[in-house]
C-alpha cells in the first residue's frame, strides 16, 4: 500500500443484500478505502438489488457512489424498443439517487443467456443518444480475456464456471466492433471499460481508442491476466500510464464473488485485501513483486512477477480518486427515500409479472421489503427527531 498518503476511490465494488451496509463498510476500512462506487448488476429472481445499494449510501452518504443496472426485463418485454425504455429507467433511478449506470450487457456469459440486441442495432439508439447529450456516466464490461474463447488457453477456474466461449457465443471482436460503431455515432459518451477493456496485452490498439474517443476511460478491476499481461514490458506500461493518467480508474471488484453467489452472502476479507493490495502494489511499487497463486479466482493456479510502475504522487492522485470524480461527479447524489420506496414496489411488481412469464423465477420480494421496511423506520426516526427540535 502507499501510505495512505493519497485518498483510495474504488470505482468498480459490488453490492447486494443479504451483506449488510455495515459488513460493506468494514471491508472499505479494513481495505483502507476511502469511498466505493457500488456497481449493480442485474438478478434473475430478484431482478434489481439497486435499492439495496441506495440504502447503503443512504446510511453512509459520505462513503458511496451508485451506478445502477439497467432494466433486464426489457429483453424479454420490449426487446425491440429497449433504448426508449432504458432512457426512462435511468432517468428514475437517477432521481432515487444513482449516480450513473453499469453495464455488463458486454459480458459474453450474459449475451449467451439473455436476448440482448446487438448494441449498434436501433433499438438501442435512443439510449446512446440520452447517455450523450446528458454526460450520463457508464462503466461497462464488454467482453473477457481473449483467452477464454481458446480451449488450450482458458484458466481451469474460468471453464469451471462456464466461461469457455465456442461458436455459439458472440465472437470478442464481433462485440467489439459493434462498441466502436457506437462510438463512431456518439463520440462524446462517458464510458468507463471495466477490466481495462481487456486490451491490457493490446496497448497500441488502446492508445489509438484513447486518442479517438476523448471521453472514454477504463479500470484497473482484475483479472490477473491483466495485470500478468501489463508486466511483460514495465517501461512500455510506464509510458502508457503516464500518457494516459487522466484515463485510468482505481478499481478492485471486490464483492463480485458475492454477488455471483460464489459465496454465502458475505464479502471475503481475505479476497478483498488480496485485490486491492494487488492493484495498488501495481501502481505504487517500484520493485518486482512476486504475487502466490491462491489456485481460484482471483490469481489462479500460477505464480508470477508483478513488475511495479512507483507513479508519481500526482499521478496516483488521479488513478485513486481525480479521475472518478471528474467523471461521476465531485460528490454523490442525494438518496430519494420516498422515490426508492416507489422503485421497490415497482420491483415486486415485476417480478410478479416475469414469474409468469418464466417458470424458472421463484419470486422472492424480501429484499424488497427489507429496504422499504428501512426507509419507513429512517422516515419514523426523522419525524422523531424534528419533534424533539421544535419542542
Not at 73 to 91: C, E, I, L, M, P
Request: proline content about 6%; charged content about 25%.
Amino acid at each position: 500500500m502507499d501510505g495512505k498518503t493519497t485518498p483510495h476511490l474504488d470505482c468498480h465494488i459490488h453490492y447486494s443484500l443479504p451483506v449488510t451496509p455495515r459488513e460493506l463498510v468494514e471491508i472499505l476500512d479494513l481495505t483502507e478505502t476511502d469511498m466505493a462506487n457500488l456497481v449493480i448488476v442485474p438478478h434473475r429472481q430478484r431482478i434489481s438489488s439497486v435499492p439495496d445499494a441506495l440504502m447503503a449510501k443512504h446510511m453512509y452518504p459520505e462513503r458511496f457512489y451508485v451506478f445502477t443496472s439497467l432494466d433486464v426485463t426489457q429483453y424479454f418485454r420490449h426487446h425491440d424498443s429497449v433504448g426508449k425504455n432504458f432512457v426512462a429507467h435511468v432517468k428514475r433511478m437517477l432521481a432515487c439517487g444513482c449516480d450513473g449506470v453499469k453495464m455488463i450487457e458486454g459480458k459474453p456469459e450474459m449475451r449467451r443467456t439473455v436476448p440482448i440486441p446487438d448494441f449498434d442495432d436501433p433499438s438501442w439508439e435512443p439510449f446512446w443518444a440520452y447517455a450523450e447529450k446528458t454526460g450520463l456516466p457508464i462503466l461497462w464490461h464488454v467482453n473477457d480475456p481473449e483467452e477464454f474463447w481458446d480451449a488450450d488457453r482458458i484458466p481451469a477456474w474460468a471453464k469451471a464456471r462456464g466461461w469457455f466461449y465456442g461458436p455459439e457465443t458472440i465472437n470478442n471482436e464481433l462485440q467489439y466492433s459493434q462498441v466502436f460503431r457506437v462510438l463512431d455515432r456518439h463520440p462524446d459518451l462517458k464510458i468507463v471499460f471495466a477490466h481495462f477493456f481487456f486490451l491490457s496485452a493490446q496497448l497500441q490498439r488502446l492508445s489509438l481508442l484513447f486518442d479517438r474517443y476523448p471521453n472514454i476511460c477504463v479500470d484497473l478491476t482484475p483479472g490477473i491476466e491483466m495485470y500478468v499481461n501489463l508486466s511483460a514490458d514495465r517501461e512500455e506500461t510506464l509510458a502508457f500510464f503516464e500518457r494516459y493518467q487522466d484515463r485510468i480508474l482505481y478499481g478492485t471488484d471486490i464483492g463480485a464473488r458475492c454477488v455471483l453467489g460464489v459465496q454465502d452472502g458475505h464479502i471475503s476479507p481475505e479476497e478483498s485485501l488480496n485485490r486491492s493490495r494487488l492493484v495498488r502494489s501495481f501502481l505504487t511499487e517500484k520493485e518486482d513483486v512476486t504475487i502466490r497463486a491462491d489456485g481460484n479466482f482471483l490469481i489462479g493456479t500460477d505464480d508470477f512477477v508483478l513488475r511495479g510502475l512507483g507513479l508519481a504522487a500526482p499521478v496516483l492522485t488521479k488513478l485513486f480518486s481525480g479521475n472518478f470524480r471528474r467523471v461521476a461527479g465531485l460528490t454523490p447524489r442525494r438518496v430519494s427515500p420516498r422515490r426508492v420506496i416507489r422503485e421497490c414496489r415497482r420491483i415486486k411488481m415485476t417480478i410478479r409479472i416475469m414469474s409468469f412469464i418464466d417458470r424458472k423465477i421463484v419470486p422472492d420480494y424480501s429484499y424488497a421489503n427489507t429496504v422499504i421496511a428501512y426507509f419507513h423506520s429512517s422516515a419514523s426516526r426523522s419525524t422523531d427527531i424534528d419533534k424533539k427540535e421544535r419542542t
